[in-house]
């Protein structure tokens, strides 16, 4: 089975910019979850979709959205990019089944540079 | 914000020898799961542990969970070189379902083990 896969790996952008990360779950998993992880801050929950719709947000601005598409892909956006948006971030998928919790599985992560 | 803080931050030992890494976490959980993470890659799932549950093993891993401490800790045995990773705790408090779809992480501890 494929793991997560997110594109691009790596991206620079300025200041101002927006930009559009992607996640690709592994297959039969409906639940896909965003972090963003910084030296100072850690990993943060910024958000996750199941079935197309977004269950939970963690405390971002309205900058950062996102979207879960039929196929359970799923996208993340950040407009008007600040300095301190530079991050790895990263996308779990999870099957999201019975009461008890689930493993969640992540991708390699996006790095995100901003000058 | 942290729901979990691992303890210590930074731990340095010699292959063949024990690892431990305490977690502690202010509200009640579901679950708590530990991830490690090489060097600025994506998490990988070690082991999940419910609320009912005490002590759980793989593998070299020993995970124990004190809910009424609201603590737990991860022993790996006999380390080896490849274990040189960070280590993450992360608390699933819930939400309908009881499904997993926000993690709540701490910032780390770093393993490295010295050939």
């Known amino acids: 089975k494929a793991g997560v896969t997110q594109t691009p790996r790596y991206l620079i952008k300025t200041r101002g910019q927006q930009v559009t990360l992607s996640c690709s779950p592994i297959s039969g998993h409906r639940s896909v979850s965003w972090y963003q992880q910084t030296p100072g801050q850690g990993l943060q929950f910024l958000f996750e979709y199941f079935s197309e719709t977004q269950r939970n947000k963690g405390n971002f601005p309205g900058r950062f959205s996102g979207r879960q598409f039929s196929n359970s892909r799923s996208e993340m956006n950040v407009s008007t990019l600040e300095l301190g948006d530079s991050a790895l971030y990263l996308c779990a998928s999870s099957f999201s089944g019975s009461y008890g919790g689930n493993e969640q599985f992540f991708g390699p992560g996006t790095r995100l540079t901003v000058l | 914000s942290q729901q979990g803080e691992e303890d210590p931050q930074a731990l340095s030992i010699q292959e063949g020898e024990n690892a431990t890494m305490n977690c502690s976490y202010k509200?009640?959980?579901?679950?708590l799961q530990w991830y490690r993470q090489n060097s600025g890659r994506g998490l990988v799932h070690l082991i999940l542990i419910r609320s009912n549950e005490r002590e759980k093993h793989s593998g070299r891993l020993r995970v124990t969970l004190d809910t009424s401490k609201k603590s737990s800790s991860l022993l790996i045995t006999a380390s080896r070189a490849a274990d040189t990773a960070s280590y993450f705790c992360?608390?699933?408090?819930?939400?309908?379902?009881?499904?997993?779809?926000?993690?709540?992480f701490g910032k780390g501890t770093l393993l490295t083990v010295n050939p």
């Open positions: 992360a608390t699933d408090s819930g939400g309908s379902g009881g499904s997993n779809y926000k993690l709540t």
């Open positions: 509200t009640s959980i579901n679950n």
